[in-house]
Structure formats: C-alpha cells, structure tokens
C-alpha cells in the first residue's frame, strides 16, 4: 500500500506538469496557427466569432494526455508485490541497488523476475495491477483543466514512441534494462513476454476498463502470415477477433509479415 501511494504520488506530482505542457502547445497553436477555413465552415465558430483553434466548439472539445509503459508499470509492480512482500527473497534496498547497476551480474535475480507473472498472459495477478494502473492514470488526467475548456481524457498509446522514451527510462523491477524500449502500442504486453499465445494476450488486454480509457487504447498484435492462407484459417481469424471485441478488447492493430519479407525489404 506504501509503495502504490509513492506511486500515485510520483504521478500527481507529473501529470499536472504534462498537462501544463499541452495547454502550452494548444494556446501557442491557437495563436499563431489559426484555422479559419475550417472555423468558417463550423456553425458555432461563427456564431461566436472565434477560431476552431481558441474554443469555438467548446464545450464539445475533448484533448487527451497519452500514457505509455502501462504494462511496464504493471510488470514492476508485481515483481516487487510478489518478489519483496508475499515471497520475502528480496529486500527493497537490494532491488533498488541492482535496478541502480543495471542489473549487471544479476543473473540469479533476472531469472527470479522472469518467473514472475507477466502481463499478457491471461493471468489476472498482474492484470488487476495494469488495471489499477490505467485507471489511476485516467483518474488524475481528468482532474485537470484545459484550454479554452476543454474536456480532458486520458489515452494508452505511445505509436512508435516507445523506442524513444526507452532511451530516458532507467532499469525496472519487471527486468527490463535502462535505454531499452517500453512496450509498444500502448496496452501491448512487453515484448517476448507474452508466451502464452495471442488468445491469451487479446484476453489480458480485453480484461481491462477499457470505458475508463475513453480516447482509445491500442493492441499490437505481430502474426505469422501462414495462420491466414486459407479460407478456415481466416474463418477462425474472424471469430478470435469477434470474442476479442464482445469480451471487453478495443482496438486492435496487426502487422502480419513474415520474416523474410522483411529482410528482403
């Protein structure tokens, strides 16, 4: 309980300072890169004389703060929940001092976090603390006031920013080591933890209060192209994604390309 009050705590004292960022970039925007072919074809920017860009559509402007690593979050916070609280292998001072090492010569360590559950499974351990994660993040962000009013949401996606932000993130609990990427997508699991197949991947993200997340949230799913070379094979590829969606999943996105495709390009 501690330890999810620093946290909430680590997110108050930042969130505010993303949100104070984009009202920044939306005032900055609105000032000098106004819109008024758009705003002259707006009923409300025209009765109310004002640019698309200053609020001339509010209250019906929604402006999202995206929130990435989510499933970082929930991965570390397990390994500490299950590794130091519940198992008592591991000492808080001694993880703080491997993350702060980069886990060099922690081999015996690594392997204990790797057994550890992992988001992306259909274990619901760790997706209760993603959830709990999400949510948290949606809660704050919404809290804020925005630009020419208006309503703030919280999104789960980072597109390919994940590689980026990798660079400023130090070693985690879930085992991950400084300068490496964060999970992709948004609300994908990490990458090459989800071993037990994409159903139960779909069924992990699917699980989640996906209502609370209300400007989307984004799966990356990567497919061999062999599983859809036949009729029977789409057909069962049509049904996994209608359960995917009548079981709580949002959006889902797919690259499915082979191997060689890829080195050949």
Same mark, same amino acid.
């Given at each position: 309980? &501690? ?5 909430? /705590?680590?997110? *108050? ?6 949100r104070?960022?984009?009202?920044l970039?939306? &005032? ?12 002259s ?15 001339g559509?509010s ?6 703060? #995206? ?12 390994? %500490? ?19 702060? *090492? ?6 015996h ?6 057994? %550890?559950?992992?988001? /992306?499974?259909?274990?619901?351990? %760790? ?9 948290? /993040? ?10 020419? /009013? ?7 996606? !980072? $597109?390919?920013?994940? $590689? ?6 130090? #070693?985690?609990?879930?085992g ?7 999970? &992709?997508?948004g ?10 197949g !994409? ?9 989640l209060?996906?209502?609370?997340? *209300?400007?989307?949230? !984004? ?26 969606? &009548? ?9 499915? %390309? ?8």
């Amino acid at each position: 309980e &501690e330890l999810w009050a620093a946290y909430e /705590g680590q997110c *108050r004292h930042f969130f505010p300072i993303f949100r104070m960022m984009n009202n920044l970039d939306k &005032e900055l925007t609105a000032q000098h890169l106004p819109n008024p072919l758009q705003s002259s074809l707006t009923y409300t920017c025209i009765e109310r004389g004002t640019d698309i860009r200053e609020g001339g559509t509010s209250p019906y402007i929604v402006v999202a703060m #995206a929130m990435g690593g989510a499933p970082n979050v929930g991965d570390s916070l397990a390994a %500490v929940k299950q590794l130091v609280f519940e198992q008592k292998v591991l000492s808080m001072s001694e993880l703080i001092a491997a993350l702060d *090492r980069n886990f060099e010569g922690d081999k015996h360590l690594l392997k204990m976090i790797s057994n %550890v559950p992992k988001f /992306g499974n259909d274990i619901e351990y %760790v997706e209760t603390i993603v959830d709990d994660v999400l949510k948290l /993040g949606c809660k704050i962000a919404e809290e804020a006031t925005c630009f020419a /009013g208006a309503i703030p949401t919280m999104a789960a996606t !980072v $597109v390919s920013a994940n $590689v980026e932000l990798g660079f400023y993130v130090g #070693a985690l609990p879930d085992g991950r080591k400084a300068g490496l990427p964060i999970a &992709e997508g948004g609300l994908s699991p990490y990458q090459g933890r989800n071993v037990s197949g !994409v159903t139960a991947s779909m069924m992990s993200v699917a699980k989640l209060d996906h209502m609370s997340i *209300r400007h989307g949230s !984004v799966l990356n799913l990567m497919l061999d192209p062999q599983i859809l070379k036949t009729q029977d094979k789409l057909s069962k590829f049509s049904d996994m994604l209608r359960t995917y969606f &009548e079981t709580g999943g949002y959006l889902i996105q797919f690259n499915i %390309v082979s191997a060689e495709t890829l080195r050949d390009a």
